[in-house]
């Protein structure tokens, strides 16, 4: 070597008995159910038959319009077995990679400290044959990211646990195939949680019933059967016409017992599981670090029996999803009073729903809300922003300090001559809650001790 030159780098020779160092072994890549195709078809078997219109059969015959859904129901079927047999996933690192497409192969990476739930879910054709459907929320996310359909029971079960304890948001759990060294002990099964509470299904039922949509049901079925008998007229078209508009009326009620049937509410560490459904079973779990606002709700026919429904905002789920379902925002159905607030303070330590300091705005408000005057209310407590309003649907929305974004004052037209205004406090998923038209003075205290509280709050999480 010329004397004054620099030698290149050299890795450290390996010591002796030692292999090379090479990079981390990739998990193999795993394929969903051999079923799913077979479920997929029969998704794409419903939509064909109701594509097809009655017309279509009229024109060409029972026998033609068997064989064209036949052979549209196998094409459908064809390319979900394509689908399947290109479609894998597995684990590489922190992420969980989902490989499909035949033409355009697509790769997703879902980073898992974005994670923020894995739920199961189950349709019908589903539980009717074991399997089960895994779709991820990721912070930020548009909308439900890579669904996994389907799964094993037992297969979605163990691949939900090991993504939330990669995630941080469970126990981890081995990956698959990975060896247990000898005279380990074996992990223990995840914990099913604290159970909160269960509502009686008897209760849901009622509880639809209790609805304006219920009550004014017979009163539309008689009407539309006086202008029958009226006019003579029971023609197909005017019966089909009256049912369909009977069935949108009911849709509503019927879909909301259908998904809260069997509700179940548990608590697990920082977090809680919803069970419901009947047609379609669903397990959600609801980081508790991640809500927004808790909401109570008093319909009218309900404060009869005491009744009252609480719903969540979390921040990282969809709110543009087309199926509110996807969103976990059911805390309880229905409920009494004592149950919903034992349910709040496991949501909200220390916030007691019965003991809210709720003040109603200024008597000049009247003009403004000559009905509903007398609901209004909002208040400061220890450790929430709470506002009350509604005169037919009682509504109360109540703020953690800490998940306040920004604080707002507005003022209308008739408002600046009353002297009134209205305080908005924003939260991350859009909904915050709104004192309506407060004292403007008070108004201006209330905004700056909000701005105050939320960013003491902040500082001390």
Known sequence: MTPGAVAPWAPPPAAAG????????????QRLHPLSPV???????VVVIAGLSWSTLSRVGFGWFVAMVVVLALGATVLAVVSWWNTGYHVVGRELRIHEGLLWRRTRAIPLERLQAVEVVRPLLAQLTGLAELRLEVVGGGKTEAPLA??????????RQRLLGMAGRGAPAHPPGAAVEPGAPAPRPQAAGRPLHAVRNADLLVSQLLTPQAF?????????VAQFLSEGSWSFIAVASTLTAMAGVLLQPVRRVLDDWNFRLAREDDSLRVRNGLLETRVQTVPLDRVQT?????PLFWRVKGWLRLRLEVAGYSAGEPDDRNRPDRLLPVGDLSTGARIVAEVLPGVRL??????????????????SVRVLGAGLDERVFAVRWGLLTRRLVIVPYARIQSVRVVQGPVQRRLRLATVHADTASGSGAVAHHR???????LAAELTARSHAARLAR
Do not use: M, N
């Not at 479920?39 to 078997?45: E, F, T």
């Not at 004292?439 to 205290?445: F, G, N, P, R, S």
């Open 18 to 29: 030692t292999p090379p160092a090479g990079p981390p072994p990739v998990e193999p890549r």
């Open 354 to 371: 019965t003991g809210l300091p709720l003040v109603p705005p200024p008597a000049r408000a009247r003009w403004l809300r000559p009905l």
């Open 39 to 45: 479920l997929h078809g029969a998704k794409s078997l």
């Open 216 to 224: 004014l049901l017979p009163f539309g079925v008689a009407f539309v």
């Open 439 to 445: 004292d403007l003075a008070e108004a201006w205290i």
């Open 294 to 298: 808790v909401g109570a709700t008093w």
């Open 150 to 159: 389907y799964l094993g029971v037992g297969d979605a079960a163990a691949l």
